[in-house]
C-alpha cells in the first residue's frame, strides 16, 4: 500500500513507519521537522527513513497539500500530526484549535477531492473527560476538559460526516497512555517540555533530583493516580489492524486503545525503582487541577472486532524499554 503517514517524525509517528515497513509498504512522511530527534541526546536510530519518502510542509498549507495529493497517489492516512500538550491547550485555545481541527479539515477534504477514502486518525482518551464510568467504554459520554481533548472530538465528528457525506472509512483510535520504547533502546520518547510520568521519573533518577508526584490523596488504593499504559509497539500494531478493517468495512469507527488495567503513580515510581536499581526521590506536591483520579479503559470492542493483543504493555516491558533508552542518551 502507499501509505501518507502524517506527524511521521514524531515519537508514535516514528515507530509507526518502521513497523509499515515491515510489511513492505510504500510510505511518504509529511511533518513540519525533518526527524524525531533530541538535539541534545544522541540522534534517534532513524536509519530506516532512507527508505520513505519525506516532505516537509504544514498541513495548514493548501498549497503544499494540493501538490503532495497531485504528486502522489495514496491508498490509505494515517494522521499523527497535532499539538498534544493538554496544559498548553488552555492557554492557546486558537493554536490547539488551528493546527487540530482547521488541518485536520484541510487534510480529509483534500485526500476525499483525490479519491483517497482511508483514513486512521491519532484520537485520544482526553474526548471522554472526567469518567463517570471505569473502565471506560466507546460510548461513554463525551465531555473533553481542555481544547486539546474537544479538538480531537471535533475532527472524529468530521470524520464520522464524511463518511456518511462521502463515504471516506476512518477508524479514530482513542490512545490512553502510550509509552515506552524500542526494547533494544534504540527509539524512545522525547518531549519538550516532557510531561509524561514515566520518563520523568527516569530523568530523576539519573540526574539525581527529586520526582515531583502530583497529588497523593485520590480516591484510590494507593492514593495515587491510576491510568492505562500501551506500549508504543502495541500502539502501531492497532494502528495495522485498523487499515486492514478499513479494507473490507465501510463507516466511521472508534476504539479504546488500552489493555484495561490501570497501574497507579506509586507503581510506576516503584517499578522505575527496580528496573534502575536506584532511589526515587519523591516530593509531593497539589494535585493538578483536572487530573482524574482514574483513567483506564475498556479496550474489549477492540480485542473482539479488530483481533487486538497487546504483546508489551505489561508495566516491567514499558518501564525497562524506556530505561534502556534514557540510558543509551546518557552514555553517548
Known amino acids: 500500500m502507499n501509505i501518507l ?55 495548514g498549507d493548501q498549497k503544499f497539500l494540493n501538490a503532495l495529493f497531485a504528486d502522489n497517489q495514496f491508498d490509505a492516512i494515517i494522521h499523527f500530526a497535532g499539538y498534544i ?19 485536520s479539515l484541510q487534510l480529509i477534504e483534500t485526500a476525499r477531492r483525490h479519491n483517497v477514502k482511508k483514513i486512521v486518525f491519532s484520537s485520544s482518551a482526553a474526548v471522554y473527560g472526567n469518567p463517570v464510568q471505569i473502565p471506560i467504554p466507546e460510548d461513554h459520554p463525551k465531555n473533553p476538559e481542555s481544547p486539546y481533548g474537544e479538538s480531537k472530538w471535533m475532527v472524529e465528528r468530521m470524520l464520522y ?6 463515504n471516506v472509512r476512518s477508524v479514530s483510535l482513542r490512545y490512553f497512555n502510550a509509552c515506552g520504547a524500542a526494547l533494544d533502546g534504540s527509539m524512545g520518547e522525547t518531549h519538550n517540555p516532557e510531561t509524561h510520568i514515566i520518563p520523568n521519573a527516569i530523568r530523576a533518577v539519573m540526574e539525581s533530583k527529586p520526582f515531583t508526584l502530583f497529588g497523593d490523596d485520590y480516591d484510590t488504593p494507593d492514593g495515587t493516580c491510576q491510568r492505562d499504559y500501551i506500549h508504543v509497539l502495541d500502539l502501531a500494531e492497532a494502528h495495522v489492524l485498523a487499515l486492514k478493517k478499513l479494507e473490507t468495512d465501510e463507516g466511521a469507527f472508534a476504539y479504546n486503545v ?53 504483546k508489551y504493555s505489561d508495566l516491567e516491558t514499558i518501564v525497562a524499554s524506556a530505561w534502556k533508552w534514557h540510558r543509551n542518551k546518557l552514555e553517548t
Not at 511518504?28 to 521537522?33: Q, T
Request: proline letters at 6%; a positive charge; glycine letters at 8%.
Open 5 to 59: 503517514v502524517t506527524g511521521g517524525a514524531g515519537y508514535i509517528g516514528s515507530f509507526m513507519v518502521k513497523r509499515l515497513l515491515v510489511d513492505d509498504n510504500r510510505v511518504i512522511v509529511v511533518d513540519k521537522v525533518p526527524r524525531h530527534v533530541d538535539p541534545s541526546a544522541k540522534p534517534q536510530d532513524d536509519s530506516f527513513f532512507t527508505q520513505v519518502q519525506f516532505a516537509i510542509g504544514d498541513l
Open 85 to 103: 500538550q493538554v496544559g498548553e491547550s488552555m492557554q492557546e485555545a486558537f493554536k490547539y484549535f488551528a493546527n487540530n481541527v482547521s488541518s
Open 161 to 166: 460526516w464524511f463518511a456518511k457525506v462521502h
Open 258 to 310: 488500552g489493555t484495561g488495567k490501570g497501574y497507579s503513580n506509586k507503581e510506576v515510581i516503584e517499578m522505575v525503582k527496580k528496573v534502575s536499581a536506584k532511589d526515587v526521590q519523591v516530593a509531593v506536591a497539589p494535585r493538578r487541577p483536572g487530573d482524574p483520579a482514574k483513567l483506564i479503559a475498556d479496550p474489549k470492542k477492540i480485542m473482539d472486532e479488530l483481533h487486538f493483543v497487546p
